[in-house]
């Protein structure tokens, strides 16, 4: 078996099988590219079948000096499943990563903002124009409802199920999910579709799109970014923030006020419960209150 088409296979495998989106398909293959690559510097034949651990070692050694522990971990994580794909289509009886350890790193806990942050930001959004409503209305769904960016800009008008208070969302991988909306959101999305979005020249193809730009089309990640930064100036915020620290403040503030990490899972669209564990990190002084409150030997 030759690398290309060991490759090949692996990208249907990450895109059909496990359902990942474009980016994170692309960030295997670059882990792969980045081995291929330093086999072809030292003129070795070794194939994805007979590649050994020495070779995946000395790869491993040479990338480390000149890469951070984080970006070297990820490699390893990413050389790990490629192999590990391998051995269950029987092309390997053994993982030539097995006995490499990734390197110790801190875990990185996402910024968040503070509930009268949150307010902050939202009151600084210029109302009197045009953009301000939608703007309102866009930063109360990405707090409220978590989503991701790509999530909002993609949200279309037949994905609100207003009188069911759900919205359905496409996340990662193109997988669904139903998200709870609360009465304020609702109110804030309402206002801007029918006293600001309805007089917007919308251009074809962007009908069902629920945020559009002034030139009626969809608006832009690096948009939605822009419009986050220029409110953290505005209100002189001392904090770095993006449009994901309002889906991390959603996710904590619920985590503080005693939701359970399973739904907030859900709502998140999080394959893996260790991803939204991450914000347990965040406030260990709840957990210590839960167990005073909740458990029978308190």
């Given at each position: 078996?030759?690398?290309k ?6 990208q249907?495998y990450?895109?059909i099988?496990?359902g ?6 692309e960030?295997?293959t670059l ?15 070794e ?15 040479e990338i480390?000096?000149n ?5 070297q ?18 092309y ?17 806990l996402?910024?968040?903002?503070s ?7 939202i009151?600084?959004i210029d109302?009197?124009?045009?953009e301000g ?14 989503l991701?960016?790509s ?13 069911e ?13 139903f ?9 804030y999305?309402?206002?801007?579709k029918?006293d600001?979005?309805n007089h917007?020249?919308?251009?074809k ?6 945020f559009?730009?002034?030139r ?8 939605i970014f ?14 770095t ?10 996710a904590t503030?619920l985590?503080?006020n005693?939701?359970?990490?399973r ?19 965040l ?9 005073a ?5 308190k």
């Amino acid at each position: 078996m030759k690398w290309k088409q060991a490759l090949t296979d692996y990208q249907h495998y990450l895109k059909i099988e496990r359902g990942l989106s474009a980016n994170s398909v692309e960030n295997y293959t670059l882990d792969i590219e980045k081995l291929i690559f330093f086999l072809t510097q030292k003129n070795s034949t070794e194939t994805p079948v007979t590649i050994t651990q020495e070779t995946t070692q000395k790869f491993i050694y040479e990338i480390a000096k000149n890469i951070n522990p984080r970006s070297q971990a990820r490699i390893i994580s990413g050389l790990k499943s490629f192999f590990n794909y391998l051995i269950f289509e029987d092309y390997r009886k053994d993982n030539p990563m097995d006995l490499i350890e990734s390197p110790k790193i801190g875990r990185k806990l996402p910024d968040t903002l503070s509930e009268e942050e949150i307010n902050n930001l939202i009151t600084a959004i210029d109302l009197s124009k045009p953009e301000g409503e939608r703007n309102r209305a866009m930063l109360e769904t990405l707090y409220g409802c978590g989503l991701r960016v790509s999530e909002l800009i993609n949200l279309k008008l037949s994905d609100l199920f207003f009188a069911e208070d759900f919205i359905k969302v496409n996340g990662k991988g193109d997988k669904q999910r139903f998200v709870p909306i609360s009465e304020i959101n609702k109110k804030y999305i309402n206002l801007y579709k029918d006293d600001i979005r309805n007089h917007i020249s919308i251009k074809k193809g962007f009908e069902d799109v629920l945020f559009l730009n002034r030139r009626g089309k969809q608006l832009t990640r690096a948009m939605i970014f822009t419009i986050v930064k220029q409110l953290a100036e505005k209100i002189s915020l001392k904090k770095t923030i993006s449009p994901h620290t309002l889906r991390h403040s959603f996710a904590t503030h619920l985590l503080e006020n005693g939701a359970d990490l399973r739904a907030i899972q859900q709502m998140l669209g999080h394959e893996s419960i260790t991803t939204t564990e991450i914000y347990v990190h965040l406030d260990r002084t709840h957990l210590a209150q839960v167990i005073a409150d909740f458990h029978p030997r308190k």
